[in-house]
Nanobody
Framework: QVQLVESGGGLVQAGGSLRLSCAAS????????MGWFRQPPGKEREFVAT????????SYADSVKGRFTISKDNAKNTVYLQMNSLKPEDTAVYFC??????????????????WGQGTQVTVDS
């Protein structure tokens, strides 16, 4: 079992930045690929970014490419999402998730085995 806890969300002005963290316990993240998803108000959960267990490969949704960066620190058992140039449409609850596939980027939420509780990000125009 892997327990995931997100932090770092909050209220930010458009154009600002936030860094989300996802701390894992229970098992090392070294064996898992990780992803960030988000769920805007009244919408379905959508893919944001993913990283393989080694950190060698990443993939991003087109809507965040060039603005968001996912990274992973296996020693700290933590994955991060650096979000720059935030827009009001980035407002959502952000979730981190772990998948056992780990060696290739995984963008489908059904492939993820463990999920955090989410952290709210609100971007004010």
């Amino acid at each position: 079992q892997v327990q995931l806890v997100e932090s770092g969300g909050g209220l930010v002005q458009a154009g600002g930045s936030l860094r989300l963290s996802c701390a894992a316990s229970g098992r090392t993240l070294r064996s898992y690929g990780m992803g960030w998803f988000r769920q805007p108000p009244g919408k379905e959960r959508e893919f944001v970014a993913t990283i393989t267990w080694s950190g060698a490969y990443t993939s991003y949704a087109d809507s965040v490419k060039g603005r968001f960066t996912i990274s992973k620190d296996n020693a700290k058992n933590t994955v991060y999402l650096q979000m720059n140039s935030l827009k009001p449409e980035d407002t959502a609850v952000y979730f981190c998730a772990a998948n056992r596939i780990s060696t290739i980027p995984v963008t489908e939420k059904k492939e993820y085995d463990y999920w955090g509780q989410g952290t709210q990000v609100t971007v004010d125009s």
